[in-house]
């Protein structure tokens, strides 16, 4: 008997369990009372997991690892000549030099407690300013002095997304968080110019020219200029031909008196040229790469990525000139892009050198035609897990944050036995044969068949030709303007979807996808209005979802304050219910079914159960006070006990019966997945990149316990202990050092269980009575 096998008869065994522990309950009971309000919430135990139950969490190290270079630019290094900078995303994130002529990276530096950088230039004089996510502080570096943290200019903002410097060494930046504008003198003196934009949040792209200073913002795309000695500002009339409600200003340049301003997003958008002397808009320049175009040429011409294409623009004349350099895939973005001397035959003179996401380096010489591509060695740095789930072929998949990356860790022996370079994976679920994998943005859907080659064309391509992609894109959510799947569920036939809206939208939709027929038999927003859907669960042909007050980009503004659980009729296309489960979160952020029936789930710190009959919430038990928006929670059918991230800050076992918290991991911690074996996979440590399992006692009994005999906790029963299915023996069956509330609990679980093995065949009736027996001498 296989593990899959064995998984199934536990799960059987431990269902037919609780169906008789609540039959008994049943008997006793009085009628259900008349729907009532939300119960107060309780204040259960937490106490450690013993050393033992500790010693079963181990890490299986950090599956996902992938170079991701957002932020660059060219300047010279630390040999004095040009090098390509750019920032690596990780935990911490890190700043690299790369020779252009070979592609070594020369240079690494740490940047503490920063997780990557859209925002890199350099100073007439090469000195380095990097601004940084997370906590939005400056980095600069020099020759002598290596890099130094400058700390954070402005204590509000917690995101640099843009930096600029002047030829007096003056560095401006554009911020997240109040969207504003920032300097920082070689001095150290720092003026804060406050918020751009009345209404924007975003300080997306910045450009320097004269005395002014650019700055773009998120939809509605606004332009501003400010004057960098008074600090007037003054927005410029968008350029004809734009949706306001879904344009960001993504990029901006200023090269020979032009401002070069890309609308969009991360893909390829229109490219608008202005022209500063005249004030008015000069040319547009359709389906243009970001993140940045290159220094002038010197005859009055800049190169930049188009159309998949390396090209030439002259703004005087507005023609392109093609080149032979192209890029493939759905990331086609620069990450720097500059000038430089390589040395080389075929590359006299200064070439073009660039770096894409994924540390690939590109160069191209003007005068020869010269092309290449250089794959550089910056490290990969370790990925945030998103996203975890037990596959088709029983392997557990995990996806990742930003760099993305998607892993195959055996179940067995816990090594990472597969990694693709992929995008950033909101949820997974198993399908039929199928692992289907939301990804963001634009809210797809991928099917990927672990029998089959692996072929991403967006991400990965195969080296060798494949008929067919694999991950399959199935669908997006992009007209429907969602930028993240976070909630997903199989139903048995189809595959449930909810979504996140993009920046200024609030409402998700929930999607039932047929994978029979590709086609959406569900498609249907706002089912609770203005909030987004982040988890789903599934039973007996509905669909129950967890929702977020807030949208897919925390700049939105709520209009709500209270995350819900809402029930779908799968058949009826209609909602059935939806309430409140935790009055004051904003986010109920999991859910579960027990095998009982009982839709768990959490919020903030709370955990909750709904009787989903009546739709009314049964028990609410808090472990601990603030209001945190994240936390997952997943039932295991082994143990039956609940296995929950509660408000992100600790991995625990919790008991159904009594709500008691076992402390497996206290530290931050955040997805859950139960695989059918009863082997629990949690992400945490590193920056959330690292891969726990919790070995179950007795899931895939990898390690059988020997004992001589069967004991009821403390109690020996005198039952010889033997081999059953997968190599356990009847001890790893028993669940008896549960956290029970009473010896009575203890003895009608064994009576059960015991006799659910006579049926089975495992246990004589004489060793049945003896366990029991055993039961009620135990200690508890």
């Known amino acids: 008997m296989d593990h899959r096998e064995e998984a199934l008869m536990r799960r059987t065994l431990a269902a037919a369990t609780t169906a008789l522990l609540v039959a008994s309950v049943v008997t006793v009971a009085t009628a259900p009372a008349a729907a009532a309000a939300v119960p107060p919430p309780t204040t259960p135990p937490t106490v450690p997991a013993s050393a033992a139950e500790q010693q079963r969490l181990a890490s299986l190290g950090v599956p996902l690892q992938d170079v991701l270079l957002i932020g660059g630019t060219v300047a010279p290094g630390p040999s004095g000549t040009p090098v390509l900078w750019s920032v690596s995303s990780g935990a911490p994130a890190h700043l690299n030099a790369v020779d252009p002529a070979t592609g070594t990276a020369v240079a690494r530096y740490d940047l503490p407690g920063a997780g990557g950088s859209y925002a890199i230039d350099a100073a007439p004089d090469g000195t380095i300013y990097v601004g940084t996510y997370n906590d939005g502080r400056l980095f600069r570096w020099t020759r002598t002095g290596g890099v130094v943290d400058l700390g954070r200019p402005l204590a509000s903002e917690h995101f640099i997304w843009d930096v600029k410097v002047a030829a007096d060494g003056t560095v401006f930046g554009g911020t997240f968080g109040g969207g504003k504008l920032f300097s920082r003198s070689p001095g150290g003196q720092v003026r ?72 969009g997003s991360a893909n390829p958008g ?22 940045e175009v290159s220094p002038s040429d010197g005859q009055g011409g800049i190169y930049l990525l188009k159309s998949n294409g390396l090209v030439r623009y002259t703004p005087a004349t507005k023609t392109v000139t093609t080149t032979p350099l192209t890029v493939s895939g759905r990331i ?113 859907l991928y099917g990927y068949d672990p029998g089959k080659p692996w072929n991403s064309p967006d991400y990965s391509p195969s080296p060798e030709p494949q008929p067919a992609a694999n991950p399959e894109l199935l669908f997006t959510m992009k007209p429907e303007l969602q930028i993240r799947p976070r909630g997903m569920v199989s139903t048995g036939q189809y595959v449930a979807v909810g979504t996140m809206p993009e920046i200024n939208l609030l409402g998700g939709y929930l999607v039932i996808y047929d994978p029979a027929t590709g ?13 987004s859907i982040v988890d789903l669960a599934y039973r007996d042909g509905i669909v129950y979802g967890a929702t977020s007050i807030y949208g897919g980009q925390s700049a939105t503004v709520p209009t709500t304050t209270e995350g819900k659980v809402f029930a779908w009729s799968i058949a009826e296309k209609r909602k059935l219910w939806e309430v409140v489960p935790a009055p004051g979160r904003p986010v109920v952020s999991g859910l579960t079914f027990d095998d009982a029936g009982r839709l ?14 009546a739709a009314q919430v049964t028990t609410r038990w808090s472990y601990g006070t603030g209001t945190p928006i994240v936390g997952d929670i997943a039932f295991n059918p082994v143990d039956r006990m609940l296995y929950a991230t509660v408000g992100g800050q600790s991995f625990a076992r919790i008991d159904p019966a ?123």
């Open 192 to 263: 804060d110019y406050g918020k751009v934009h009345p209404t924007q949040a975003y300080g997306r792209a910045i450009a320097l020219w004269g005395d002014k200073v650019y700055v773009g913002s998120e939809a509605p795309g606004y332009l501003t200029e400010v004057d960098i000695a008074s600090g007037a500002k003054r927005v410029i009339p968008q350029p004809t031909g734009l949706d306001p409600a879904t344009t960001w200003v993504y990029d901006l340049d200023a090269v020979d008196g032009y401002l070069y301003a890309r609308y």
């Open 270 to 291: 229109p490219l608008y040229v202005y022209d500063i002397a005249a004030g008015q808009w000069h040319d547009r320049l359709d389906s243009a790469h970001g993140l």
């Open 332 to 444: 086609g973005n620069t990450r720097g892009i500059g000038w430089a001397e390589l040395g080389l035959p075929d590359y006299p003179g200064r070439s073009i050198v660039g770096l894409l996401w994924r540390g690939l380096m590109f160069r191209y010489n003007p005068t020869t035609g010269a092309h290449s591509f250089v794959q550089t060695t910056i490290q990969g740095e370790p990925i945030e897990i998103t996203a975890i789930s037990d596959g088709p072929d029983g392997r557990v998949y995990t996806g990742g944050y930003l760099n993305g990356g998607f892993a195959a860790v055996d179940q067995n022996t816990g090594a990472t036995t597969e990694f693709h370079t992929f995008g950033q994976s909101e949820a997974m679920v198993s399908h039929g044969d199928k692992l289907y994998v939301g990804v963001y943005p634009d809210a797809r």
């Open 519 to 531: 086609q959406q038999i569900t498609k249907e927003r706002n089912v609770s209005q203005d909030q």
């Open 600 to 613: 768990w789930g959490t919020a903030a710190n709370e955990v909750f159960s709904l009787d989903v009959g």
């Open 658 to 780: 009594t709500g008691q918290r076992f402390v497996l991991r206290a530290q931050a911690s955040r997805h859950v997945d139960v695989h059918p074996n009863g082997d629990v996979y949690v992400n945490s440590g590193n920056g959330l990149t690292e891969l726990f399992r919790y070995d179950l006692p007795g899931g895939p009994c990898r390690h059988p316990d020997p004992a001589a005999t069967v004991a009821v906790r403390d109690a020996d029963s005198g039952v010889p202990n033997r081999p059953v299915a997968g190599g356990c023996t009847i001890e790893d069956l028993f669940l008896d050092e549960a956290a029970w509330p009473n010896r009575a609990a203890l003895v009608l679980y064994t009576t059960v269980y015991a006799t659910l093995l006579r049926v089975t065949g495992v246990l004589t009736a004489s060793e049945r009575d003896r366990l029991v027996a055993a039961a009620r001498r135990a200690t508890i």
